[in-house]
């Protein structure tokens, strides 16, 4: 079956420092990998996506890297804030379905001051 | 105004009662997705609708209905509610030929 594997564990780390969170997939060839933020209580928000043949993509302080080949997605956010503070969720798309995702639990970063 | 709205936001209900989750958005977006979450399983997936023709079901199907009354519209019902439905919902929305999807601000669901 396909599946998709945040850290579990809560990421802490200091303000000013980069965070790295990894998501990593098997029993899937996805033509794109999604990248979400949701913050407690509320509805996730789309933050970016990559496709398969693009290696990395930034957007301001976030940087997404794509390995097809190790299937494993980098998500990295630079000179992180408290604001960035947040579980963030990686989304594959569903076999055959077309648009559907398959989202992983996530993992929870906390940047202190 | 939210492009994705939810209603009820929240709703506590008993065992064995019909219930109905209730989607709108303004996006202009054919394809609409109703999601679970509940803590340490994550999102997911219930049904999706691709047009109002079109329904699938998703991962977590059973238990559930739906009825696209409407491009706009995407209803989720619990014929009769057992307490594992006990979860927050949420309604998200995608353009055809984006991948990226809009989340509602989700239902928190009480079933005692």
């Known amino acids: 079956s396909q599946k998709i594997e945040q850290n579990s564990e809560a990421l802490n780390i200091q303000e000013g420092k980069t965070a790295t969170l990894t998501c990593n997939y098997t029993?899937?060839?996805?033509?794109?990998l999604q990248w979400y933020r949701q913050d407690p209580g509320r509805g996730p928000v789309f933050l970016l996506l990559?496709?398969?043949?693009?290696k990395e993509k930034r957007k301001e302080r976030l940087k997404v890297t794509f390995d097809t080949t190790l299937k494993q997605s980098l998500f990295h956010i630079t000179a992180s804030q408290p604001a960035d503070s947040a579980t963030y969720l990686c989304?594959?798309?569903?076999?055959?379905?077309?648009?559907?995702?398959?989202f992983g639990k996530g993992t929870s970063l906390l940047v202190t001051p | 105004d939210a492009d994705v709205t939810q209603t009820p936001r929240n709703r506590i209900t008993k065992t064995g009662k019909r219930i109905m989750l209730e989607c709108s958005q303004t996006?202009?977006?054919?394809?609409m997705y109703w999601y679970r979450q509940d803590p340490g399983l994550g999102l997911r997936l219930i049904y999706y609708?691709?047009?109002?023709?079109?329904?699938n079901k998703g991962e977590i199907s059973d238990g559930y209905s739906v009825s696209r009354q409407a491009q706009a519209k995407f209803s989720l019902s619990l014929e009769s509610a057992i307490p594992n439905q006990t979860a927050l919902y949420f309604c998200?929305?995608?353009?055809?030929?984006?991948?990226?999807?809009?989340f509602g601000p989700g239902t928190r669901l009480t079933v005692t």
């Open positions: 609708s691709f047009d109002v023709k079109d329904i």
């Open positions: 996006k202009g977006h054919d394809r």
């Open positions: 029993n899937y060839s996805p033509a794109y």
């Open positions: 989304a594959l798309d569903i076999l055959n379905s077309g648009y559907a995702l398959n």
């Open positions: 990559i496709r398969e043949n693009e």
């Open positions: 998200a929305t995608s353009r055809g030929g984006n991948y990226e999807q809009y």
